[in-house]
């Protein structure tokens, strides 16, 4: 109990220092909600299309928060003496890495209902057509393999080319994903790159959900198979980072 109330202090105080830095916020919870109201909603077909659409976003709004609170935020905190020195602290093992999760998910939340929300009021979507809990559900589960891409990257570059690289990742993976426009409308070398993208496979999920379409298992297992193979990087990273920097 009491590494758990330390780990949600340390997302509190996290999450406010995140919240007083204005040029974050816009960047991870406003800019997906207006991306999708300048791009998303004039370019959608019909109401499924706009479901789709939204979909997209709310995954796009999900991957900016996961890839830029986690990887640059754990790149800047490595090269700081905070970071070593809460590292040397009596406390739980991984408190960094669990409370920057957490204060992710609340952030990841707010984009996502931003996205939501902009659906609702200049879409004019009806909800009750769709099966957003499901949604919902794959949603959080498929956000899994990119925070593990996250929290890796994050620990491979340094805090000056962090920025850099993650946008890089970031509007590779959204473009190429088919997140922005429909798969189909891709130049045709991206549309054949993009079939085996994580971000690709992640939407696809996500359309069939919220459409209440078949899961295909190929699609499942290919984003778990991201998933294990990030989080087993990320494992090994995670110990060689430990032996350089406190042995």
């Known amino acids: 109990m009491r590494d758990l109330t330390l780990i949600a202090k340390h997302a509190y105080y996290l999450t406010l220092e995140n919240l007083r830095q204005p040029m974050y916020v816009i960047s991870t919870v406003v800019f997906p909600s207006l991306f999708f109201w300048f791009f998303g909603i004039p370019n959608a077909p019909d109401e499924d299309g706009l479901a789709m659409l939204t979909a997209s976003f709310c995954a796009f709004g999900v991957l900016s928060v996961v890839l830029f609170q986690f990887g640059i935020g754990i790149a800047n905190d490595r090269e700081s003496t905070w970071y070593s020195y809460l ?39 009806n909800f009750q057509n769709y099966l957003w809990l499901q949604f919902a559900v794959v949603l959080l589960l498929g956000a899994i393999p990119f925070s593990c891409l996250g929290l890796l990257l994050g620990l491979l570059v340094s805090a000056r080319s962090a920025t850099p690289v993650l946008n890089l990742v970031y509007l590779t993976l959204s473009f190429a994903g088919g997140l922005w426009m429909p798969p189909e409308v891709l130049p045709k070398l991206v549309r054949e790159i993009s079939t085996y993208l994580p971000s690709r496979i992640y939407g696809e999920l996500l359309w069939a959900s919220v459409l209440n379409r078949p899961l295909e298992n190929h699609e499942g297992l290919g984003l778990a198979a991201y998933g294990l193979g990030f989080f087993l990087i990320l494992a090994v990273a995670l110990h060689r980072e430990e032996d350089k920097t406190f042995r």
């Open 87 to 125: 590292r040397i602290l009596p406390g739980p093992r991984g408190l960094q890495m669990s409370s920057r999760i957490l204060s992710g998910f609340l952030f990841a939340c707010l984009s996502v209902a931003g996205v939501l929300m902009t659906a609702k009021i200049f879409g004019e979507l």
